[in-house]
């Protein structure tokens, strides 16, 4: 069993892997980027969007489909949780609530451990 700490750093993750997939593809489009210094990032481009799918994957399973909503927002949106209570028409103590309970529903990959 995970525990919610490390679904919530799993699910975190997202930011992260975004902002390498943006870095690997700027360091592609360098001329100097040729031979073996570009498989490496293309390998590594592929390992990144292999994990960006992982992660959107582990949000689809989440069983209720307005906390699939709310993990989307957050974090593949990357919206506050007070912009999220505001697009969805709920309190912000309530979207803080569903949040805990999204993160906790999360069924991480046995890839994770």
């Known amino acids: 069993m995970r525990t919610v700490k490390e679904s919530l750093t799993y699910i975190q993750g997202y930011r992260w892997n975004m902002l390498n997939i943006n870095h690997i593809e700027e360091c592609l489009k360098d001329p100097k980027c040729k031979g ?10 592929n390992h990144a969007l292999d994990r960006k799918r992982e992660i959107e994957d582990t949000i689809q399973r989440v069983p209720d489909d307005r906390l699939v909503m709310l993990l989307q927002l957050v974090y593949i949106e990357d ?13 912000y103590s309530h979207i803080a609530k569903l949040h805990r309970k999204a993160i906790a529903s999360i069924a991480l990959p046995d890839s994770t451990g």
Do not use: H
């Open 36 to 45: 073996e210094k570009k498989e490496e990032y293309l390998r590594r481009l």
């Open 79 to 91: 919206l506050s949780l007070e912009m999220v209570a505001d697009r969805m028409g709920l309190s």
